[in-house]
């Protein structure tokens, strides 16, 4: 099983600044099976982007991903009040679907 | 609009089983596959395992093996998940989700919490 450490555990942000946020697997990763979701307290997870840099239908361009491997970042420019929330990382490989344990970015 | 839509919450005794389904509408339910996620409170998400729309082929996490059994009812469009042996460490919300237009969960059921106690 590939294992997806994410990190920080929680980021500390104000509205209008960059969160910069990583995934690291435990051994490479198929991009094209690599995809970040945010998920807000009581609602499903939603997602964002997929094959590591693609966004979702709908997903603001103010949300961009990236990195090839092991490491992987989604990069949130100029947060907006509704961007604060958790966010996962998930990888497809070996015939298992894993996610990381999600990083919390906070309003500072 | 693509639409996945649970059962409702479930209480449980432990030892028991519990059977969730998942309706799903706007898309064609034989072309894609539907996929099974749990989030216990405060913890990561779990994918559980995944069945074929078209022809019931399934594939099962290997930490649920032997507990979970995915099924699907394509004239009721819609798939079942069943946890056997339920412990209180099966107390989490369940999710159905599907890879309808990309090839990751872009679509998500409003999830099912199923509490053992």
């Known amino acids: 099983e590939i294992v997806l450490t994410q990190s920080p555990g929680t980021l500390s942000l104000s509205p209008g600044e960059r969160a910069t946020l990583s995934c690291r697997a435990s051994?490479?990763?198929?991009?094209?099976?690599l995809a970040w979701y945010q998920q807000k307290p009581g609602q499903a997870p939603r997602l964002l982007i997929y094959?590591?840099?693609s966004r979702a239908t709908g997903i603001p361009d103010r949300f961009s991903g990236g990195g090839s491997g092991t490491d992987f970042t989604l990069t949130i420019n100029r947060l907006e009040p509704e961007d604060f929330a958790v966010y996962y990382c998930?990888?497809?490989?070996?015939?298992?679907?894993?996610f990381g344990q999600g990083t919390k970015v906070e309003s500072k | 609009q693509v639409q996945l839509v649970q059962s409702g919450a479930e209480v449980k005794k432990p030892g028991a089983s519990v059977r969730v389904s998942c309706k799903a509408s706007g898309y064609s339910f034989t072309g894609y596959a539907m996929y099974w996620v749990r989030q216990a409170p405060g913890q990561r998400l779990e994918w559980m395992g995944w069945?074929?729309?078209?022809?019931?082929?399934?594939k099962y996490s290997q930490r649920f093996q032997g507990r979970v059994i995915i099924t699907r009812d394509t004239s009721a469009s819609t798939a079942y998940m069943e946890l056997s042996s339920l412990t209180s460490e099966d107390t989490a919300m369940y999710y159905c989700?599907?890879?309808?237009?990309?090839?990751?969960?872009?679509?998500w059921g409003q999830g099912t919490m199923v509490t053992v106690s």
């Open positions: 069945i074929n729309g078209a022809n019931g082929i399934t």
């Open positions: 094959a590591a840099s």
């Open positions: 998930q990888q497809y490989g070996y015939s298992e679907w894993t």
């Open positions: 989700a599907g890879a309808i237009s990309t090839n990751s969960f872009d679509v």
């Open positions: 051994q490479s990763v198929s991009s094209n099976f």
